[in-house]
């Protein structure tokens, strides 16, 4: 079986700050890794995904992650902050058939001037 | 492409209605999901479908059914809504030519309130 946890279900940062978001995973085989984001009163929308290839993925909107096995985390990062980064971020882990997808509670990412 | 569609937006149902959420998706992936999203829960999988005649239970299966007849359509049915169900339904697709776990690519929601 395979769980996410996804510490913080606020985080506030200033307009140009790092952006931190933390993701730890369970899983009892290699993980598929996935960051969503969703905008208010919309859909889901990939930022990126691991899939063993390299440690460092870089996706989207200038937001990268790093998968550290030892640490089991996949931790969503961007250097500075925007205004329009403002909305929700999914943590999410695969594994097995049919691309199943276990999501994390999520993270409301809010930025102040 | 329109991507993945859902129809309606919103709606109120009664205690005991019933109801089907339409799903459809042009990118003909072979693999379609449904989930719902409540506040500070994140997404639970209801129901899930690798092909055309195939469907399985996910996380959240009470009270709901699903079919797919074609490749493009995954209709959600709930019969005889309760409150519980209120919630933030999603539809999304993904394709997965073979092993590994592939994105999903999501619609933009249904917003079901029963009352």
């Known amino acids: 079986a395979q769980s996410v946890t996804q510490l913080g279900s606020h985080v506030s940062v200033s307009e140009g700050a790092l952006v931190l978001l933390r993701c730890n995973y369970s899983?009892?085989?290699?993980?598929?890794l996935f960051w969503y984001v969703q905008y208010p009163n919309q859909g889901l929308q990939l930022l990126l995904k691991?899939?063993?290839?390299?440690?460092l993925v870089k996706g989207i909107n200038g937001f990268e992650a790093e998968f550290k096995k030892s640490e089991t985390s996949f931790h969503l990062t961007k250097p500075s902050a925007h205004m329009s980064d403002a909305a929700e971020y999914f943590c999410a882990v695969g594994a097995g058939t049919a691309s199943k997808l276990t999501f994390g509670t999520g993270t409301r990412l809010q930025v102040t001037l | 492409n329109a991507g993945v569609t859902q129809t309606p937006k919103f709606r109120i149902l009664k205690i005991g209605q019933s109801m089907t959420l339409q799903c459809a998706q042009d990118m003909n992936h072979n693999y379609m999901y449904w989930y719902r999203q409540d506040p500070g829960m994140g997404l639970k999988l209801i129901y899930y479908?690798?092909?055309?005649?195939?469907?399985d239970k996910g996380e959240v299966p009470n009270g709901y059914n699903v079919s797919r007849s074609t490749t493009e359509d995954f209709p959600l049915r709930l019969e005889l809504a309760a409150p519980s169900q209120t919630s933030v339904y999603f539809c999304a697709s993904s394709y997965s030519p073979g092993q590994g776990v592939y994105e999903q690519y999501f619609g933009p929601g249904t917003r079901l309130t029963v009352t």
């Open positions: 899983s009892s085989v290699p993980p598929y």
């Open positions: 479908s690798v092909g055309a005649g195939i469907t």
């Open positions: 691991y899939t063993s290839a390299a440690t």
